[in-house]
């Protein structure tokens, strides 16, 4: 009865998932929900679950077959659900397009929750009846009145409640990666100041594909991709030429606030920006937040000189939000 209970809800946890959202657009405020995309296909079948569940609900046995075809149709939607993270998480990182319309519309989308709970239902599903499968073929000389049985329930309960504990531990390293040892301060420092001075030296050789490669993601997409960022990058350029400047040097001022959230570091940064004006230096101080995800081997960047913090967290839902500044 225990596992008959479990499916009937996670099965509803699953149909729930269509409803929640499932990809969030900050720029625009658009949030896109599982019913108007593949969420309405995975709805569907849960919905055949939960069918299957309460009809075998009273029933003294599980049919193998039909718990086989529910429990593949779970660990497929597990599957699938794990693929859509993967693949959102990508695009993040790589989107390439240089539609400047569709950049900046799709600035800082993140996928939402409702990806999450389908892969869980979907994998609790399967894992519930194959161990009700295995409960049931090594109890398969019981008796219907010795079914309930205290005992065996208790074993149930302990086997499905150590299950899906395992499941929540390789849940939880897929979400936020294995935690490695933080970086000292000097290490830290030393790490984002080469490369700030990579940044600069691009800027310097008007290197703009190497610039790029320093400026988040989710920066190039507010300048409208990957093209119209070097276009303003090469006018701005042009136009402290013609005011009689070039940029000399680029360089780490100080460090100020460090967060870290396993193996991701972001940092609010100062950086000194020295122009050369027909021998004479001159400095500009640009406030920013420095980005690593691998735990400070690489960095990029995000310019918040004269933003808010409201206007940066709306648009850029990746940033702590105990960053101060």
């Given amino acids: 009865m225990i596992f008959r209970r479990l499916l009937i809800l996670l099965s509803v946890l699953g149909i729930s998932s269509t409803f929640m959202p499932w990809l969030h657009y900050p720029k625009p405020n658009i949030t896109v929900y599982g019913y108007l995309s593949d969420g309405i296909v995975t709805g569907f079948l849960f919905f055949l679950i939960f069918i299957f569940s309460v009809y075998n609900f009273k029933k003294i046995r599980l049919n193998y077959i039909g718990s086989g075809l529910v429990a593949i149709i779970g660990l497929w939607m597990g599957v699938e659900a794990y693929k859509k993270i993967i693949e959102i998480e990508a695009e993040k990182l790589n989107f390439s397009s240089d539609n400047p319309i569709i950049s900046l519309s799709t600035a800082g989308f993140n996928q939402g929750i409702g990806i999450y709970v389908m892969g869980l239902a979907g994998i609790c599903i399967f894992t519930t009846i194959v161990i009700g499968l295995l409960f049931q073929f090594f109890n398969s000389d019981v008796t219907p009145k010795l079914e309930i049985n205290t005992n065996i329930k208790r ?13 929540a531990i390789c849940t939880h390293f897929f979400v936020f990666g294995k935690i490695q040892s933080r970086p000292d301060d000097d290490e830290l420092k030393k ?68 967060k870290y959230k396993q193996n991701s570091i972001q940092a609010i940064i100062n950086q000194v920006l020295t ?4 021998s004479i230096d001159r400095t500009q101080i640009q406030k920013m937040i420095a980005i ?22 709306a648009l850029f839902p990746l940033i702590n939000p105990d960053l101060k500044f």
């Fill in 155 to 167: 074993k149930e309960l302990i086997t499905l409640i150590s299950s899906f504990g395992l499941i």
């Fill in 191 to 258: 790490s984002i100041s080469e490369s700030i001075a990579q940044m600069g030296k691009a800027i310097l050789n008007e290197n703009y594909d190497e610039f790029i490669k320093f400026n988040h993601p989710i920066m190039i997409q507010t300048y409208g991709g990957k093209q119209r960022t070097k276009d303003l990058l090469s006018a701005t350029l042009t136009e402290l030429k013609k005011s009689g400047y070039k940029v000399k040097s680029a360089e780490l001022n100080q460090v100020y606030d460090v």
């Fill in 275 to 278: 122009l050369d004006s027909m």
């Fill in 292 to 313: 690593s995800d691998n735990n400070g081997k690489s960095w990029s960047f995000i310019n918040i000189d004269g933003k808010t913090k409201e206007e940066i967290t």
